[in-house]
């Protein structure tokens, strides 16, 4: 493992140290349309939580609030015990804060958004090498190792355009992992894929799900959610409707939108 | 008719070849000046406030709407005018004023003001998920402007750059009217001084031929090297 906390000066430990994420009461408005209407959660160190819901349920935008891709309207976002600090507004207060907070998230899209004008080498190595000042060969060395954990040694000199779904969402993977990220989010990363691509980009979360990684996830796989998830949450209209154990949501819903949404998608 | 091109006097060769390494020093001059105030009005025109916005709109529909040779002759007088009467006052006296600086200066304010809407829509043309992930990685504006959004947007921005330079060529002929001696000024004086009007501006001609057609090779390898990333288009439309 690369050693990075030389870039990150020790966060303040406070008592929820084992809390990797926390959302306190968050609130997300475009414009007049209230997207988020209160939600909060919380992933400890080595949860694995499913966000499941329809489509418009808010789960995506409550994710991208998390590292701020969107900006809160109002709530509390702490990451590893260090609250992000917010204007009134909800804009961040501190750019910097952010930044540290944002490079130690790694995040998977659902449109992979590699960096198109690099190879999978160089999109690898690019954050550790230039945001977290690891030396090139040292970067170079660990994104080896991970693109071979990703099964995509051979291609870390080919550029994105030319690999499929399947590959490139696999290679964003090994993106997030070089920052020896404190948690992962995915935002539905199998949703862009072609349905035979989806059981490679699974097998390699399932791997990451099974060694501890602290992962929120939001996804339409509801097997796959049942399977590897610690916690599932369901979102409905902007809220939470109902979470809890997978067996129980998925086994024994409570709900009757949420009865109606796990018949409709299964 | 060839000993009146020949390089060394009496032949006028030597003077044209002059002109043109002075045309090519103000066209890149003015490109690269043009380039930095576009990238910077770029950014300033999508992501800056309201007023800066406006500024900016102010520049670019002014100096993109009044004939280049007027806003030449406005800026050169404008400009040597405002730079003496500063110089005066702070006590220096009348400064002489490079011909090569002034050229650069006037034509970039000029190139400048299409190069910031060349580089508005590359980096508009740039998916977002680009600029997104290196946000989401911790990327500070700075280093995500140049490691991702210009890299990014360059496979947009060469045809229009590209276009830009060979203005910028051919604009330096313009500085012909404050008197400088760029390429088509020393051509006039050849051609007169010998009647051979004919033979010397064919050959000027030629000159700025040849420097389209090398730009032309440049600038397509710069292309392909921007366009690394993507399959080509010939390949996939067969």
Known sequence: ?266 | MIELLSLSPPGWGGNLLRGLLHSLEIAFGAFGFGLLIGLGGACGKLYGGPVLRDLLAVYTTVVRAVPELVLILILYYVGTDLLNKASEAMGYGRVEISGVAAGIWVLGIVQGAYATEVLRGAIKAVPSGQMEAARAYGMPPFLMLRRVTIPAMMPFAIPGLANLWLIATKDTALLAVVGFNELTQETRQAASSTRAYFTFFLAAGALYLMVTLLSGSVFARIEAWARRGQPSLRKAAT
């Open chain 1, 1 to 266: 493992m690369m050693d990075l906390a030389t870039a990150h000066p020790a966060q303040s430990a406070i008592a929820t140290a084992d809390e990797a994420i926390r959302v306190e009461n968050l609130h997300k408005s475009f414009g007049h349309l209230e997207v988020l209407k209160g939600v909060s959660l919380t992933a400890r160190r080595g949860d694995v939580v499913a966000i499941i819901g329809g489509s418009g349920s808010g789960k995506s935008t409550c994710l991208r609030c998390i590292n701020f891709l969107e900006t809160p309207t109002s709530g509390r976002i702490v990451i590893g015990g260090e609250e992000i600090a917010m204007r009134a507004d909800g804009t961040p207060a501190s750019r910097k804060q952010l930044e540290r907070v944002r490079s130690r998230l790694g995040m998977v899209f659902q449109a992979f958004n590699l960096w198109t004008h690099r190879t999978l080498l160089e999109n690898v190595i690019e954050v550790p090498v230039h945001v977290l000042g690891v030396s090139k060969a040292e970067a170079a060395e660990r994104a080896m190792v991970l693109l071979d954990r990703v099964g995509l040694a051979d291609k870390a000199a080919t550029y994105p355009a030319f690999l499929s779904g399947g590959q490139q969402q696999r290679a964003a993977i090994a993106r997030a992992l070089a920052i020896d990220p404190s948690a992962m989010l995915f935002d539905e990363p199998t949703s862009a894929l072609d349905p035979e691509l989806v059981g490679e980009v699974l097998t390699v979360i399932r791997d990451l799900a099974a060694e501890g990684r602290t992962m929120l996830l939001v996804t339409h796989e509801m097997k796959f959610a049942r399977e590897v998830a610690d916690h599932v949450i369901y979102f409905a209209n902007g809220r939470i409707e109902e979470e809890g154990p997978p067996d129980q949501v998925f086994g024994a819903p409570r709900s009757e939108r949420l009865k109606q949404f796990l018949k409709s998608v299964s």
